[in-house]
């Protein structure tokens, strides 16, 4: 046992020199080759950091597996090539030369010490404990590596060691195993300059270990010849070339290990990136689903819309000109809805409304009857029919659903209903032509006294000859009858505290049909070739009574001016808008063209162009109506916009709507992120305002602040505003007791609204 201990593979170990012989003294390293080792433990090192890195950054088992077998094929190279080299480097007045057997398998022991370790490495959580039992069984492995590797050497001399060199050349490798580990476990997270240079720092120091635990065993050594032994170098030995050989395959190996490390490091960071942004894209992919499902749908009633049901009503056409069938487009119009929202506000309104639609979609016969709310108190049904009687039968069964008594706002109220109807194929082949002919319909049923329905008949025809006087009297008015007025809504700026914008809005005070809003003369204006006129008109007098507020203080006030999309295609309008200004006096910077999403979309070339015309000038732009037009957030990013302005239907539910909640936030987060300002309509409520105000909303217009308000009230309008300002819902008069009202229509400032605001 003792022999065994004392002699192994021709070394021998723990046991003194014999009394014969001659001992080698004159030995030497060549210093080239010692540097070229230490350069090769230093890329072995360096290597092994990073193959490390890489295992810990690696997602996939399969590509762990293979990281592993590359980093421990890069550290028993570099380990097993640093001995080799200094080996060589060693010169001795005595043939030396190696066995291959022992020398490979000292290259088998290095893969299997290797393994071990990075195999330790492969655990993201280890304690100090852990790490210094690995790094003993890994020292212990390097350490049977180098002595295996001496006993290859061949010569004349017999080989002893000194016990106490050989127990320290053991402790050496036992210590850079442990330094290997945690500085692989510490650099394993972290990137930058500094990373990379505490890595190259690293692989020095576990360099100058292996070469250190190499060395130490060889002044261990002591080499005994026999007397008479041949003490002359053979001229044959060229260790250098040798050296420079392995030093050269072992650094290629190396290095186009760490270069397919950091191509597979840049490779992942790209796949992260790619899902990152494959992530942010189905988001919007999402955010766009919702606003596609929200402009095919009624916010308030979840009945179709008007797009919705023009996509039904399309198809319907195309399938009863095919099959010669009969269908009925009925239109319904509540009666006097409008005195429910002047009086009782508009969220009683919009509680009735969800009623009636109830009732609506109760009385139809089945689902393939479609029902539609076109907005405001308008309801459309289609259905299909063998008869005229069928569509009478259902008209008169809504008309006496509307009759039930309906409570709201602790009163017991009582609806009803008017409704036109017109018949495919008699009173119209196209959609265009039905709706037309239904709208004539109703209004007939109108102009009788409300409460009745009417088919479309021939002597209906007479209402295009009102349309006709209509037109008339607009182009007369546009003349200079001064029956054209602007009203103007406040818009709040959310930041500053006050009222910076205003928006301006058409009225016609006709002489026989009283205050006219918009939707009763603008399709009419569009028709007829007056929208421009109208428009430019609007335009004029929106900067003259801009520059009239100037005179009175307010000078930084903004004036929004809607352009209808009839007006976008028409290459003077940037003109028109300079000539305005400079006629007013007023700066290009106060003044904001709206336009809807629909308008944008009609021609993005052309309206691209004169878009960064008019932005030109020094003109804001902002898109009105967001989310309820054709609007693609690939064209969006491409407009020269300011401004976006979230329509009321959005809002009108929430925060009861999570919904709602979630779209409009997804809205206002887009928007600012395509750096555009945010206003949003329609806001009638004080928690609605406190929402957008927590959602980073710019700016806020609706019942909550004004109705839309002749020139002559905007002064008292705005300093109303001033003093019950909605950022402090508390402080109206000074009275901190005092509570905001719920109902818009109680807290608002200036003279009752005539018309409801509309654009």
């Known amino acids: 046992m003792t022999g065994l201990a004392m002699e192994w593979l021709g070394l021998h170990f723990f046991t003194d020199l014999p009394e014969n012989g001659h001992l080698l003294l004159n030995c030497s390293h060549n210093p080239f080759l010692v540097l070229l080792a230490y350069l090769v433990a230093c890329a072995a090192g360096f290597g092994t950091l990073d193959m490390a890195?890489?295992?810990?950054?690696?997602?996939?088992?399969?590509?762990?597996?293979?990281?592993?077998?590359?980093?421990?094929?890069?550290?028993?190279?570099?380990?097993?090539?640093?001995?080799?080299?200094?080996?060589?480097?060693?010169?001795?007045?005595?043939?030396?030369?190696?066995?291959?057997?022992?020398?490979?398998?000292?290259?088998?022991?290095?893969?299997?010490?290797?393994?071990?370790?990075?195999?330790?490495?492969?655990?993201?959580?280890?304690?100090?404990?852990?790490?210094?039992?690995?790094?003993?069984?890994m020292g212990l492995g390097i350490a049977l590596m180098h002595y295996v590797g001496m006993s290859a050497m061949r010569s004349q001399a017999d080989v002893y060691f000194e016990t106490d060199l050989f127990m320290a050349s053991v402790a050496i490798a036992i210590g850079a195993s442990l330094a290997a580990l945690l500085l692989s476990s510490y650099l394993r997270?972290?990137?930058?300059?500094?990373?990379?240079?505490?890595?190259?720092?690293?692989?020095?120091?576990?360099?100058?270990?292996?070469?250190?635990?190499?060395?130490?065993?060889?002044?261990?050594?002591?080499?005994?010849?026999?007397?008479?032994?041949?003490?002359?170098?053979?001229?044959?030995?060229?260790?250098?070339?040798?050296?420079?050989?392995v030093a050269v395959i072992t650094l290629l190996v190396i290095g186009s290990s760490v270069s397919a490390a950091?191509?597979?490091?840049?490779?992942?960071?790209?796949?992260?990136?790619?899902?990152?942004?494959?992530?942010?894209?189905?988001?919007?992919?999402q955010a766009r689903a919702s606003l596609q499902q929200v402009a095919h749908f009624d916010a308030l009633t979840s009945l179709l819309n008007r797009r919705g049901f023009n996509q039904i009503f399309a198809e319907k056409v195309a399938e009863k000109t095919a099959g010669h069938g009969m269908m009925a487009v009925i239109f319904l119009d509540i009666d006097h809805f409008k005195r429910i929202n002047d009086s009782l506000g508009h969220d009683a309104?919009?509680?009735?409304?969800?009623?009636?639609?109830?009732?609506?979609?109760?009385?139809v016969r089945s689902h393939s009857d479609v029902v539609a709310r076109f907005g405001g108190d308008e309801f459309c049904i289609l259905i299909n029919i063998h008869h005229r009687d069928e569509a009478r039968h259902l008209a008169q069964r809504i008309m006496h659903k509307m009759k039930?008594?309906?409570?709201?706002?602790?009163?017991?109220?009582?609806?009803?209903?008017?409704?036109?109807?017109?018949?495919?194929?008699?009173?119209?082949?196209?959609?265009?032509?039905?709706?037309?002919?239904?709208?004539?319909?109703?209004?007939?049923?109108?102009?009788?006294?409300?409460?009745?329905?009417?088919?479309?008949?021939?002597?209906?025809?007479?209402?295009?000859?009102?349309e006709l006087q209509l037109e008339e009297q607009l182009r007369a008015a546009l003349r200079g009858r001064?029956?054209?007025?602007?009203?103007?809504?406040?818009?709040?700026?959310?930041?500053?505290?006050?009222?910076?914008?205003?928006?301006?809005?058409?009225?016609?005070?006709?002489?026989?049909?009283?205050?006219?809003?918009?939707?009763?003369?603008?399709?009419?204006?569009?028709?007829?070739?007056?929208?421009?006129?109208?428009?430019?008109?609007?335009?004029?007098?929106a900067c003259h009574d801009l520059s009239l507020l100037s005179d009175r203080g307010y000078t930084e006030l903004t004036m929004a001016v809607n352009c209808s999309a009839l007006n976008l295609a028409r290459d003077e309008l940037a003109d028109e808008i300079e000539a305005a200004l400079r006629f007013a006096g007023i700066?290009?910077?106060?003044?904001?063209?709206?336009?809807?999403?629909?308008?944008?979309?009609?021609?993005?070339?052309?309206?691209?162009?004169?878009?960064?015309?008019?932005?030109?000038?020094?003109?804001?732009?902002?898109?009105?109506?967001?989310?309820?037009?054709?609007?693609?957030?690939a064209y969006l990013k491409r407009l020269p916009l300011n401004t976006l302005k979230i329509d009321r239907s959005f809002i009108q539910d929430i925060p009861k709507s999570t919904a709602d909640v979630e779209i409009v936030q997804a809205i206002i987060g887009m928007a600012h992120t395509l750096h555009l300002q945010v206003v949003t309509e329609g806001v009638e409520t004080q928690a609605q305002f406190e929402l957008l105000l927590k959602h980073g909303c710019d700016f806020i217009q609706g019942y909550l602040l004004s109705p839309a308000v002749p020139l002559s009230d905007v002064v008292g309008v705005i300093q109303g505003i001033q003093m019950r300002n909605p950022l402090y819902p508390f402080s109206i008069e000074g009275n901190k007791d005092a509570i905001a009202p719920k109902d818009p229509g109680a807290g608002r400032i200036g003279p009752p609204s005539i018309v409801r605001p509309i654009r």
Request: hydrophobic residues 45%; glycine residues 8%.
């Open 53 to 137: 890195e890489r295992v810990g950054h690696v997602e996939d088992p399969t590509a762990r597996r293979h990281w592993r077998w590359l980093g421990a094929g890069c550290l028993a190279g570099g380990i097993w090539s640093t001995h080799f080299i200094s080996m060589l480097a060693f010169q001795a007045p005595i043939a030396i030369h190696y066995e291959l057997i022992m020398t490979f398998a000292s290259l088998v022991i290095a893969l299997i010490a290797s393994l071990f370790a990075m195999q330790t490495l492969s655990h993201t959580h280890l304690r100090f404990h852990q790490y210094l039992l690995a790094s003993v069984w």
């Open 189 to 245: 997270t972290g990137a930058g300059v500094f990373h990379q240079l505490l890595k190259y720092a690293a692989s020095l120091v576990l360099g100058a270990g292996i070469l250190s635990m190499h060395f130490t065993g060889m002044a261990a050594m002591r080499m005994l010849v026999p007397a008479g032994a041949d003490l002359s170098l053979p001229l044959d030995n060229n260790p250098i070339q040798l050296g420079l050989s």
């Open 262 to 285: 950091l191509a597979d490091k840049k490779l992942q960071h790209k796949e992260r990136d790619l899902r990152r942004v494959n992530a942010l894209l189905s988001e919007l992919d």
């Open 349 to 363: 309104g919009d509680q009735l409304l969800t009623v009636l639609a109830g009732h609506i979609k109760g009385s």
């Open 404 to 466: 039930e008594p309906i409570e709201l706002a602790g009163r017991r109220m009582v609806m009803t209903t008017s409704i036109g109807i017109s018949l495919f194929p008699d009173d119209g082949l196209t959609c265009e032509e039905l709706l037309k002919t239904a709208d004539l319909a109703l209004y007939q049923s109108k102009d009788a006294g409300r409460n009745s329905l009417n088919f479309f008949s021939s002597n209906l025809k007479t209402r295009a000859f009102l």
């Open 482 to 541: 001064n029956e054209l007025v602007l009203f103007y809504q406040p818009i709040f700026d959310m930041k500053l505290g006050k009222v910076t914008r205003l928006e301006a809005l058409v009225r016609w005070q006709h002489p026989q049909h009283g205050l006219l809003a918009p939707d009763r003369f603008i399709g009419i204006a569009e028709n007829n070739g007056l929208i421009a006129e109208l428009d430019h008109w609007v335009l004029r007098q």
């Open 587 to 633: 700066a290009a910077s106060r003044l904001e063209l709206e336009v809807t999403e629909n308008a944008l979309m009609g021609n993005i070339s052309s309206t691209l162009a004169l878009l960064r015309q008019i932005r030109a000038l020094g003109v804001s732009l902002a898109i009105d109506d967001f989310g309820t037009g054709y609007s693609s957030l």
